[in-house]
């Protein structure tokens, strides 16, 4: 397993740590700022499922009038883990 942490930009969020396991799962999600409550709720959908999927399926979520999101930072974060 390895840690990873994930300097956010654009974002309420300035952090996202995670950990990838051997066999390409997210876990341990965190995020440092942003709203809570749906980061939290994020991190919980997302526990122990397959990397590139999550990445896959949260690229290009916007928030508000921003061009990105903290998920959208999250699957930027995995896909730079998993390089």
């Given at each position: 397993m390895k840690h990873y942490t994930y300097k956010t930009s654009g974002v309420c969020s300035q952090k996202i740590d995670f950990d990838v396991t051997d066999d390409k799962k997210i876990?341990?999600?965190?995020?440092?700022?942003?709203?809570?409550?749906?980061?939290?709720?994020?991190?919980?959908?997302?526990?122990?499922?397959d990397a590139e999927e999550i990445a896959t399926i949260l690229e290009g979520n916007t928030c508000g009038y921003k061009g990105t999101s903290c998920a959208d930072q999250l699957s930027k974060a995995i896909k730079e883990a998993l390089k």
């Open positions: 876990t341990n999600i965190v995020f440092l700022g942003g709203c809570n409550g749906n980061l939290k709720a994020i991190a919980k959908l997302c526990e122990g499922k």
